[in-house]
């Protein structure tokens, strides 16, 4: 099979993630922060390790600054209705994910304002819009780091800066860029970072995780558990614990421990210039086929390797159905949980076919992936 559906989730993972998991298991399976007995240090340690690599990968002082979740959406979820009040004004982009999109319509409801910023139709949203939106009561802006719908990259440490002068919350969306793109919240001015473990951080799906900077308290989503302050009713003050209540997903932590060491061994800027090498390979043979049209960023620089094609006269559907079915390659296809980005790049009405490019793809699947649409692209309309 030629895996080309990334940007939904990274396969196959660095086999050290999966042997991770099942040691975690059979070896660690205590509840961390709970018990005292070794089986709960072990799977403690664990955790602690994966906070520490994490806050690496991100330019993080404190690696308890470093909350889990189960998903990017969970960690959107938490930075945003954690953040917001009833009268609090909102500034967000036209190519937010749904994960963005929903939690922010919620809000609406309760008195939240809300303002969205435009985008060029490759996808970029322009520094001077948002500023346009800032108001006195601006507390939060959020913005997608790189559209998982075409891949096109935002300015995001200018818009930090932006937001420090105004001192306006910033919430980064990194769920298709954490792993591939190298971030640090610290010269990028990032106030609050969502992303998921299982893409680019090459970890287990039902992993997460939101940085929150330490002048930051957030509302929690949850309230319960932590294996701290264990008598008092309210939650504790302090992070990663007031954002944590339950039993973490250890084994999955210990999935995505794996997944980050393989990554600051090989370094974020070379997975990033692995996979541009293979988006100009990919977009370079898209433009040769007849029939194609590409969206996002032209220029593989402004972009990462998420592409989103058509081919004239076939439902994106369909299409991918036969990538499937007669070409063993699996791929994306439809809306891709952002209606807000189709609706700027004109595609709300008939959704894309995506391939996406993650850290262990390789050339011979960009050349399948061509050859695949090649084939469908002559054999002419469905
Ligand atoms: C840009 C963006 N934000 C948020 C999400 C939600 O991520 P998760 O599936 O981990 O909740 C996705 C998932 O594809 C995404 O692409």
Not at 125 to 151: E, F, K, P
Not at 178 to 203: Q, R, T
Not at 282 to 304: D, K, S
Request: include cysteine; aromatic fraction near 4%.
């Amino acid at each position: 099979m030629t895996y080309l559906d990334n940007a939904a989730t990274s396969w196959p993972k660095p086999p050290a993630v999966p042997a991770a998991m099942r040691g975690m298991i059979e070896h660690a399976g205590g509840n961390p922060g709970r018990s005292g007995h070794r089986l709960a240090m072990k799977a403690g340690e664990t955790v602690y390790a994966c906070r520490e690599n994490l806050a690496s990968l991100f330019g993080v002082s404190d690696p308890l600054r470093i909350c889990f979740t189960s998903n990017a959406t969970e960690s959107l979820n938490l930075a945003i209705k954690g953040s917001l009040e009833p009268g609090d004004h909102v500034v967000f982009s036209a190519m937010e994910h749904n994960s963005v999109w929903r939690p922010l319509r919620e809000l609406e409801r309760c008195g939240v304002r809300i303002s969205m910023v435009p985008a060029g139709a490759n996808g970029i949203v322009h520094c001077d819009s948002i500023v346009s939106q800032l108001r006195r009561d601006t507390r939060l802006i959020v913005l997608i780091h790189a559209s998982n719908v075409n891949g096109a990259l935002n300015p995001v440490e200018e818009v930090g800066r932006i937001a420090r002068d105004r001192n306006v919350r910033f919430l980064v969306d990194a769920a298709q860029t954490a792993g591939m793109v190298p971030i640090d919240v610290e010269a990028m001015k990032i106030d609050l970072l969502a992303f998921p473990g299982h893409k680019g951080l090459l970890g287990p799906q039902g992993t997460g995780g939101l940085y929150v900077h330490d002048s930051i308290r957030l509302q929690p989503l949850k309230h319960g558990g932590t294996g701290s302050d264990s008598d008092s009713p309210v939650q504790p003050e302090f992070a990663p614990d007031r954002y944590e209540s339950g039993t973490l997903n250890t084994p999955g932590i210990a999935g995505l421990n794996e997944g980050v060491k393989y990554l600051l061994r090989h370094g974020v800027a070379e997975v990033q210039r692995r996979e541009r090498a293979l988006t100009e390979r990919l977009l370079a043979g898209l433009a040769e086929i007849q029939h194609i049209h590409v969206y996002g960023p032209a220029n593989a620089g402004e972009r990462t390797g998420v592409i989103s094609f058509n081919i004239e006269g076939r439902d994106p559907v369909v299409a991918a159905d036969e990538l499937d079915r007669t070409f063993d390659i699996a791929c994306r296809a439809g809306l891709h949980c952002a209606w807000l980005a189709h609706r700027t790049q004109g595609t709300d009405q008939t959704g894309t076919v995506r391939f996406s490019l993650g850290a262990l793809s390789t050339e011979q699947d960009v050349d399948a992936g061509l050859a695949a649409v090649r084939t469908l692209a002559q054999k002419g309309k469905r």
